[in-house]
């Protein structure tokens, strides 16, 4: 059930944790003190603000304490898949995974193309009191590709950017409207690398593991003919672009090129595209079918190399719950799509890790990097800023498990895997709405 009354916000100190910062890189022993919704004070271990007696004190000895994490990509599925996951069951995940804040796309049904429905959502998500929700609207009515949606209306509503999701846009003077449409007003299109004729009804990385599992392909073209009309059209508007779930070591030198040239591009990757390619498809599990597919060892590593210099600005969850029914398929026919709220952080630091990349670098993906390409004042910890914040464990071992994972989909690749770090406690606007503490 959704609450229709806030709980008063609790003055909360967060004690004897390792403070993680990801704006400096640094990390020391400091002590947190919450107010209001507000950070009013970073002390060291034993220091305690005159006159501030907490209501509730969060005991971090031998964790750490980070801004809470920003993802970029979040299906909820409501309005109208409701059978896939709820509000309710998804929101409780994005919190267990230390997710503070988090963007949804607007395919939802119908399409968030209307003030009202985006206005509806964020009233859902405000009254659960758990992660702040940034809905993008969708840039054409319908998602059909037509017609130009009241970006101001939908901008007044609450959306952050404007998107197609994963339905094509084939006319590109649609496209170029919009974009200048956007640029005259300063939005920001979220666009998906997708040529929509080139790989139609492919399944998997087109390669050898394709062709010998008799898989119909999806070509790295498909992803890079998108991006060259993207830039260009992008030369000619100005348009503020962000690319979301890139894939390919082509697409991403075309995007490192962009970058170079001074288009205003910003780019994520998804966590699980960090660690698999084509051939973790195994006996067809289609756990593993993903839209983009994943691609081979060459295009991975190229992952790893974008992050590293700076052609990619964050890594997300790209979460889509998904039911068992749409995943009980031949591989082929299955529903694309894997959950990723809660294995955001473990997916990123088994990566810093193989990486030889420190912790603070590793959160900065998941915090401060995506807060800038919202355009908001969050995913740092200062005094005087918004009390968001999660404590994890990066050493706890955990099973990936249904009865683990609190979204209602657990179609995910890593199920049955044991992963490194989780979220012990949750901190959104100075409520502590997560604590797994007592469960360890």
Not at 17 to 42: K, Q
Not at 151 to 156: K, Y
Not at 169 to 183: G, I, K, N, P, W
Request: hydrophobic fraction near 40%.
């Amino acid at each position: 059930m959704i609450p229709h009354t806030m709980p008063p916000v609790p003055r909360i100190a967060v004690r004897g944790g390792r403070l993680l910062d990801p704006v400096s890189g640094t990390e020391s022993l400091r002590d947190l003190y919450l107010a209001e919704g507000s950070v009013v004070a970073i002390e060291e271990p034993g220091r305690q603000p005159a006159g501030f007696v907490p209501d509730l004190t969060i005991d971090a000895t031998g964790l750490w304490v980070a801004p809470g994490l920003i993802d970029l990509c979040a299906r909820l599925r409501e309005p109208g898949f409701e059978y896939k996951a709820t509000l309710e069951s998804e929101m409780q995940a994005a919190i267990a995974g230390g997710v503070t804040r988090l963007v949804c796309p607007p395919d939802t049904d119908p399409p968030l193309d209307e003030p009202g429905l985006v206005e509806m959502l964020k009233h859902r998500a405000r009254l659960l009191a758990q992660a702040h929700v940034h809905p993008l609207g969708a840039l054409t009515v319908g998602l059909r590709g037509e017609q130009i949606t009241e970006m101001a209306e939908l901008t007044e509503a609450g959306c952050v950017g404007f998107s197609q999701a994963t339905s094509p846009l084939v006319d590109t003077q649609v496209l170029f409207r919009a974009m200048q449409y956007a640029q005259t007003f300063g939005y920001a299109l979220w666009t998906y690398a997708r040529d929509p004729f080139l790989g139609a009804g492919g399944v998997a990385h087109s390669g050898p593991v394709a062709t010998r599992m008799g898989l119909p392909g999806v070509p790295v073209a498909n992803e890079t003919l998108h991006l060259l009309t993207l830039f260009e059209l992008a030369r000619g508007t100005g348009v503020r672009l962000h690319l979301c779930r890139l894939s390919s070591a082509r697409g991403l030198e075309l995007v490192r090129r962009a970058k170079a040239e001074g288009l205003q591009v910003t780019a994520d990757v998804s966590a699980h595209h960090l660690h698999l390619i084509d051939v973790d498809l195994g006996d067809y599990d289609s756990h593993a079918r993903v839209d983009p597919p994943f691609r081979s060892h060459r295009d991975r590593d190229a992952i790893h190399a974008a992050l590293q210099d700076g052609t990619l600005d964050a890594i997300c969850s790209d979460h889509a719950p998904v039911d068992d029914d749409a995943k009980a398929l031949p591989f082929g026919e299955a529903e694309p799509g894997v959950i990723g709220l809660e294995l955001l952080l473990p997916l990123t630091l088994s990566w810093a890790r193989s990486q030889g990349i420190d912790m603070a670098r590793a959160i900065d993906f998941l915090t401060r990097r995506p807060a800038q390409i919202l355009g908001r004042d969050a995913g740092v910890l200062r005094v005087g800023g918004q009390a968001d914040l999660m404590v994890f464990d990066p050493d706890r071992p955990w099973l990936v498990t249904r009865s683990e994972l609190y979204s209602q989909g657990c179609n995910t690749p890593f199920l049955g895997r044991e992963l490194l770090g989780q979220v012990m406690a949750t901190v959104v606007e100075g409520r502590l709405v997560f604590d797994r503490r007592g469960q360890a």
